[in-house]
């Protein structure tokens, strides 16, 4: 993996995201946190030096999107990051691939291959953490804040619900770290559900 190149794409993805700096949760630190993940699957399922740069170039390049769009931003994530890596002539077919990597990060895509699986188990390492009721509360109160609206807890927490409720990890490494507590979290959810009504 190419640390110099690394660098400079953490600096300019830090610069990117200074706009952000207000949100509750995807802001530059987040990135950061996400793509120590994204590194640490990627080293787990054995992918190699190569796979791990593009990995971790995609994880940097993550969520930059937001400062375009909040809602379906993927599309200029993946964009953002194909016109900076062609300005330094990295390889186009390694662009194409972390920008499908990228892409992968979309709620609704299912993941193709082993990178796009780490991708999406990363992206949503959340929901099998403990700290998983502080980050949902985090990313209720930056909706909030972006859509300029006032969510209901009920509302909230029902979509919750659904997310964990159907959500599954891919790699062989975040089920084994992350599936217990996914399930835990589930059961939490759903006990406060009944406590709600």
Not at 20 to 43: C, G
Request: charged share 30%; glycine share 2%; aromatic share 10%.
């Amino acid at each position: 993996m190419d640390k110099a190149l690394i660098s400079d794409i953490k600096k300019y993805v830090n610069y990117l995201l200074i706009p952000l700096e207000n949100m509750y949760y995807h802001q530059y630190d987040h990135a950061l946190s996400v793509m120590e993940r994204w590194i640490y699957l990627a080293t787990m399922e054995w992918c190699s030096q190569d796979e791990i740069e593009m990995i971790t170039i995609a994880a940097l390049f993550h969520d930059t999107g937001f400062i375009i769009e909040y809602d379906n931003n993927e599309t200029f994530w993946a964009k953002i990051a194909r016109n900076y890596l062609r300005t330094i002539l990295y390889p186009e077919e390694k662009i194409k691939t972390i920008q499908e990597i990228i892409l992968a990060t979309a709620p609704s895509a299912k993941p193709k291959n082993l990178l796009e699986e780490i991708i999406k188990d990363a992206d949503m390492d959340n929901l099998g953490r403990e700290d998983f009721f502080d980050i949902n509360e985090k990313i209720k109160r930056e909706l909030e804040l972006m859509k300029n609206i006032k969510i209901k807890d009920p509302d909230w927490h029902h979509a919750s619900l659904d997310i964990v409720r159907w959500h599954v990890f891919y790699t062989d490494t975040q089920i084994k770290e992350r599936n217990e507590k996914l399930l835990k979290n589930l059961e939490e959810l759903k006990s406060q559900r009944v406590s709600q009504s």
